[in-house]
Structure formats: structure tokens, C-alpha cells
Nanobody, 121 residues
Framework: QVQLVESGGGLVQAGGSLRLSCAAS????????PGWDRQAPGNQRELVAA???????NYGNLVKDRFTISRDIVKNKVYLQMNSLKPEDTAVYYC???????????????WGQGTQVTVSL
């Protein structure tokens, strides 16, 4: 079964940067409207960023002006560049997207397993 696979998480000091990547596990699925959510212990899952097929972006209020979402349509990947990281950015980050099988316009929504981002003081 196709999956979304994230990478790039880790431990970083406050003020540092990380870049997350996400790709479908099978090449014959196209990402539609990919995005990133996050969830910290004891908190609800919240929107981090999303990007449409025409490149329009949407960001959560807490990450605006620090995070940038982008996508590579040829490589079928989505990225999250995180700058000026704060301890409150510590969370598990989940990639999500509609994965459309080859020849279909839409598929169903998937979430990745998540990648841990930890920001220390």
C-alpha cells in the first residue's frame, strides 16, 4: 500500500534550521494539495503549512515568516524549511496529501508516520 514517508527531523538548538522532506513510497501516485501538520504532547494536531497545485500557500499563525513550504512536482516531493526554530516548535511533524493513482485526478488522503523535531534552548 502506498505511504507518505517523511525525513529530516532531529534535534536542533533554538534559532537553528531544519528541512523536512516528504515523498510517496510509490512513483505512480501524484501528490495533490500536500501539507504539514504537527502535534506536541498534550496538544491538538495543528496546521503548519499547505500548498496547492498552483503554488498557493497557507501557514499556521505560529510559523508564519519562519517556515516555508515548497514542492518539487517532477520529484513528487514536498518540503518544509524551518528557520528560527523555537522550543515551542518541538513536536511530531506529519506530512499529508491526497495521493492520486496514475490516470486519476484524485485519490484518497494519507498521513505519514511522522518525524520528531526537538528544539532545545
Amino acid at each position: 500500500q502506498v505511504q507518505l514517508v517523511e525525513s529530516g527531523g532531529g534535534l536542533v538548538q533554538a534559532g537553528g534550521s531544519l528541512r523536512l522532506s516528504c515523498a510517496a513510497s510509490e512513483n505512480n501516485f501524484r501528490m495533490n494539495a500536500p501539507g504539514w501538520d504537527r502535534q506536541a504532547p498534550g496538544n491538538q494536531r495543528e496546521l503548519v503549512a499547505a500548498i496547492t497545485s498552483v503554488g498557493s500557500t497557507n501557514y499556521g499563525n505560529l510559523v508564519k515568516d519562519r517556515f516555508t513550504i515548497s514542492r518539487d512536482i517532477v520529484k513528487n516531493k514536498v518540503y518544509l524549511q524551518m528557520n528560527s526554530l523555537k522550543p515551542e516548535d518541538t513536536a511530531v511533524y506529519y506530512c499529508n496529501a491526497d495521493l492520486a493513482p496514475s490516470g486519476q485526478r484524485y485519490g484518497r488522503y494519507y498521513w505519514g508516520q511522522g518525524t520528531q523535531v526537538t528544539v532545545s534552548l
